[in-house]
């Protein structure tokens, strides 16, 4: 028996929108239908375009992955009894090419349908199974119902993108790439918190300002994307490049002490010693002046802030100096370790060797 050649779910839903659907601010839908039989395909697309859709019927299932792409469906309809093709294996074909699931899948069948074969036909992909024949109201209801969760799904896609977004625009320097200043901050935090040694590379591109007066800003913020990419291509897993603002940047170094920091810090510099800005509008040359402070977190008097400050005033005597260079920050003017003292106190000779004569070397407090 053909369907009907106009819906009732129309007059019965359309009119008098249920409280739980979404309000409807997108195109019409679009349905691709996949079915042999030209009468059923035919009444099929009619009861689709009548109620408010855009309806493609097919009949070779051949031609439904690169009509899929083409079409961009909203949702398939897809005859399980296909010539030459099992309705089952080709939603399964189209579910492998769609791994996130957009788009929903409703298998059609015209004989009676029996659990085993509806858990086949789930398991093979699909989000319904629907016996067609003579239940046109179902049917309609079924697509609706696959349409409007489809339009949740785009909703909360489109929601957790814009808020991806966000959160890189607060994390990210737009120009370079690397983390900007506020991320940094939050990076340094974290090695403190998690007592870890490590060291902060503040570095800065010399003469910049000069590249900016002689080539202009558009070439300067090419030079500065591409010292970015240097650095960046040359940091470890683990550790962290950011921009800090203008020409100067930071690099966090994890589990670095002082030596491997220079070396680190060092190969920083000949990667930007041998960069060709020329290639980009700029100078021929360019280098960079970098300042090394380590923490170290025994010191419990140094704070982010002031690891920060070091690494900078080393920066600054890199410049003084003559730049292109690697400064190391003066240690912190500050009581010595606890453990130095003791170990200083067990060295020097005394009469009386006891414990409690170690600890009347150390600071009062005693902090670790």
Request: hydrophobic residues 40%; negative net charge.
């Amino acid at each position: 028996m053909s369907l009907p050649s106009v819906s009732i779910l129309p007059g019965l839903v359309s009119s008098r929108p249920l409280s739980s659907s979404p309000p409807v601010t997108e195109g019409i839908s679009r349905v691709l239908l996949v079915h042999t039989e030209p009468g059923r395909r035919h009444a099929l697309q009619e009861l689709l375009v009548d109620d408010g859709y855009d309806c493609l019927g097919v009949s070779d299932a051949d031609e439904v992955l690169r009509l899929v792409a083409e079409y961009e469906p909203d949702l398939i309809l897809l005859a399980t009894d296909l010539p030459g093709a099992c309705g089952l294996e080709v939603c399964g074909e189209l579910r492998a090419g769609d791994l996130q699931g957009q788009t929903p899948i409703i298998l059609l069948s015209e004989d009676s349908i029996d659990e085993e074969e509806v858990a086949r036909g789930l398991l093979a992909g699909a989000d319904d199974f629907v016996w067609a024949p003579d239940r046109p109201i179902e049917l309609s209801a079924r697509i609706r119902v696959q349409l409007r969760n489809k339009r949740y799904r785009d909703a909360l896609r489109r929601l957790r993108n814009e808020r991806d977004h966000l959160r890189r625009e607060t994390a990210i320097d737009p120009l370079t790439g690397l983390l900007n200043r506020r991320s940094l901050e939050q990076v340094i935090l974290k090695h403190f918190e998690a007592r870890e040694r490590f060291a902060v590379l503040f570095a800065d591109v010399d003469h910049f300002k000069s590249v900016n007066d002689r080539f202009g800003h558009d070439v300067g913020d090419r030079v500065l994307k591409a010292v970015a990419e240097r650095l960046k291509a040359a940091v470890r897993p683990g550790d962290a490049s950011a921009r800090y603002g203008g020409e100067e940047f930071v690099l966090v170094v994890a589990g670095a002490g002082p030596e491997s920091a220079r070396i680190v810090a060092e190969r920083h510099r000949k990667a930007i010693e041998s960069m060709d800005a020329s290639e980009l509008g700029g100078p021929e040359h360019l280098t960079i002046s970098i300042g090394v402070a380590i923490h170290d977190p025994r010191n419990s008097l140094q704070t982010p802030d002031r690891l920060v400050r070091n690494a900078d005033a080393a920066l600054y005597t890199a410049k003084r100096s003559g730049r292109n260079r690697v400064e190391m920050a003066e240690p912190d003017d500050e009581p010595r370790l606890v453990g130095e003292i003791a170990a200083e106190a067990l060295r020097r000779p005394s009469n009386d060797s006891s414990v409690s004569a170690v600890i009347r070397t150390l600071p009062s407090g005693g902090g670790a």
